[in-house]
């Protein structure tokens, strides 16, 4: 069965440091999300982006955070100056035009020291 | 946004019990998911239940839109089922899902 599939599996970064997490999201899938999970909080949505362009952000997905498709399989979630509270799982996610199911990556653990 | 309560927050049963898990929301949806954390904090899919029943195997969901809530049953539970559950539905006009805060399973040998 095809799968999202996220790089790196997990990194360590120093506070105030530049972080970019990539994802392969499903071929032929048109919907691309980002979600995060602090430990043993719940998985709280970031973006979604479809057709080049975000769709929707939520209040977390703040000036530090972007994201992008720099080629016809990649999508990318950069944060720029990154925070101690930023340490948590990444989720990428995907969704075809025609279904509806979205689809998870196994998730990227950015530990922030 | 949409408020989403899962219910119970922690569960123990021994193996080859049943339990139902609850997911209720605040609000027109067109999309829900069911998923299954587990402890390796992969999120595995179990359903696409926007509305309707549906059976995979020894799990089985339930949603009824119109009265804003969703069940997950496992029967004859396993220690593999052990993780937290995720009821995930989407606003309609939104795009994006609103987790719960999961139900917490362990099932005991």
């Known amino acids: 069965e095809p799968e999202v599939t996220q790089t790196p599996s997990h990194q360590v970064t120093q506070m105030g440091q530049e972080v970019i997490l990539r994802c392969v999201p499903i071929s032929n899938h048109l919907y691309f999300y980002w979600y995060r999970q602090i430990l043993g909080q719940k998985v709280e949505f970031l973006v979604s982006?479809?057709?080049?362009?975000?769709?929707?952000k939520s209040e977390i997905f703040d000036d530090q955070f972007s994201v992008e498709r720099p080629d016809g399989s990649n999508f990318t979630l950069k944060i720029r100056s990154t925070k101690l509270e930023d340490s948590a799982m990444y989720f990428c996610?995907?969704?075809?035009?025609?279904?509806?199911?979205?689809?998870f990556g196994e998730g990227s653990w950015l530990t922030v020291v | 946004g949409i408020q989403v309560e899962q219910s119970p927050p922690d569960l123990i049963l021994q193996e080859g019990a049943n339990s139902t898990l609850r997911c209720n929301f605040s609000?027109?949806?067109?999309?829900l998911q069911w998923f299954h954390q587990n402890p390796w904090g992969q999120l595995i899919n179990l359903f696409y239940i926007p509305s309707g029943t549906k059976q995979n195997g020894r799990l089985s969901a339930t949603t009824v839109a119109t009265e804003r809530y969703s069940l997950l049953y496992i029967s004859s539970s396993q220690t593999t089922d052990s993780g937290v559950y995720f009821c995930a539905p989407r606003r309609r006009g939104a795009d994006g899902l609103t987790f719960g805060k999961g139900t917490h399973l362990i099932i005991q040998p």
């Open positions: 996610a995907s969704r075809g035009h025609s279904g509806n199911t979205i689809y």
């Open positions: 609000d027109s949806v067109n999309n």
């Open positions: 982006f479809y057709n080049n362009e975000i769709s929707e």
